[in-house]
Structure formats: structure tokens, C-alpha cells
């Protein structure tokens, strides 16, 4: 009876897929950095814990496999590949949690070269609809474009109010006037390099 052929086992290839596509490419990076920029921590951990188990399952039963029956299966040079793009992934997933606890900016910040203008404008509009709805009021705080009320849903998301560099946008109201201003690079408000509307 001929011995079985040795060769890789397939699932090395299954989990290399989502190791390249979910941990590799920007995918991953943007959600996590969306769900950080918009301070949803449980968020952006389920959606680490989520692709890392997506490449782990089928990656560590190949290795157990190719261990027990290595008559069957053999070593193959793409499990160290794979290991080294979650080992990777997991260092930097770490990184850009403590940047965010220790500064509240992004390590990876997708929208960094994008003028604050066009979240500012964002906001402004925002502020007029809010206003329409409140019979001409401006709100009191920023804040209320986010939580709104039981009549009218919030307009604006959460990260809506935080500014390129991890700062929260700034909201000055005199009278019928407002004002929203960005801190900048320096995030640093009352500087040179601050950005209004």
C-alpha cells in the first residue's frame, strides 16, 4: 500500500488570506482607527480580537496537523509568515491604543493632511439644522449635535468633534453667533496655527 504523498496543508493558505487582507492591507488599520478617532474603545477591540481569530483558528490547527502526521503534512516557510504578520499587527494595534490614552490622537491618522476647514463647514451645517429644529436656538455645547434629543436624533457622530490631531474642536457661542475653531498640529488653542471658521 502506497504511503500517503507528504505536502502543506491547505489551511496554511486559508489563514494567509485573511492574514494579508484583513491585517496587512489598510482595511483593518482604517476601522480600527475610525473606531479609536470616535473613542469606541469596545469597538475597535472586538474588530482586532474578530481578524486576529479569523487568522488564528485555521493557522494553529495547520500547525497542530502538520505536528501530529508529519508523515502527511510538512513544515511550510508561509506559518512563519503568518505569525509575523499578527505579531505585527498585534504590536501596532497596541501602540495605537496607548497613543490614544496617553495623547488622544491617533498613531495612524488617515484624514491627517485634510483641511479641518471641511469637518469645521460639517459642523457649521450641522449647527444651522440644529437651529431650524430649536426655532432659531444655537445649541449650548457642541456636545448636543451629538446626543440630541427624543424629537430630533443626533447629527453628528462623536468622532465628528474631534479635529485631525486627536483635539477636540472648540465652540464659542455670542448671541446669535458661533464660532468653531481647531487647535491644529500644535493642539494648542489660541496659537498660530489654529484653524476657524
Not at 500500500?1 to 488599520?29: C, D, R, W
Not at 473613542?39 to 495547520?62: D, N
Not at 500547525?63 to 505569525?83: A, F, N, Y
Not at 469645521?120 to 432659531?136: L, P
Request: positive net charge.
Amino acid at each position: 500500500m502506497n504511503e500517503p504523498k507528504q505536502s502543506y496543508h491547505p489551511l496554511t493558505t486559508v489563514a494567509f488570506i485573511p492574514a494579508f487582507f484583513l491585517l496587512m492591507m489598510p482595511g483593518q488599520v482604517v476601522l480600527v482607527h475610525d473606531a479609536l478617532y470616535a473613542h469606541q474603545f469596545i469597538k475597535a477591540t472586538l474588530i482586532i480580537s474578530l481578524s486576529t481569530v479569523a487568522v488564528l483558528t485555521p493557522l494553529i490547527y495547520a500547525e497542530i496537523q502538520t505536528r501530529k502526521r508529519p508523515d502527511r503534512w510538512k513544515p511550510r516557510l508561509l506559518t512563519k509568515v503568518i505569525w509575523g504578520f499578527v505579531v505585527a499587527n498585534i504590536i501596532f494595534d497596541c501602540v495605537c491604543f496607548f497613543n490614544f490614552e496617553l495623547g488622544g490622537k491617533p498613531f495612524y491618522s488617515r484624514g491627517i493632511h485634510i483641511d479641518p476647514r471641511n469637518h469645521i463647514w460639517e459642523i457649521e451645517k450641522a449647527i444651522q439644522i440644529y437651529s431650524m429644529q430649536h426655532n432659531g436656538k444655537l445649541p449650548e455645547s457642541i456636545e448636543d449635535l451629538v446626543t440630541g434629543t427624543a424629537d430630533h436624533p443626533g447629527l453628528l457622530k462623536k468622532g465628528n468633534l474631534i479635529d485631525n490631531w486627536g483635539t477636540p474642536y472648540g465652540y464659542l457661542k455670542t448671541g446669535k453667533h458661533f464660532r468653531i475653531s481647531s487647535a491644529g498640529p500644535d493642539r494648542k488653542m489660541g496659537t498660530q496655527d489654529d484653524r476657524t471658521n
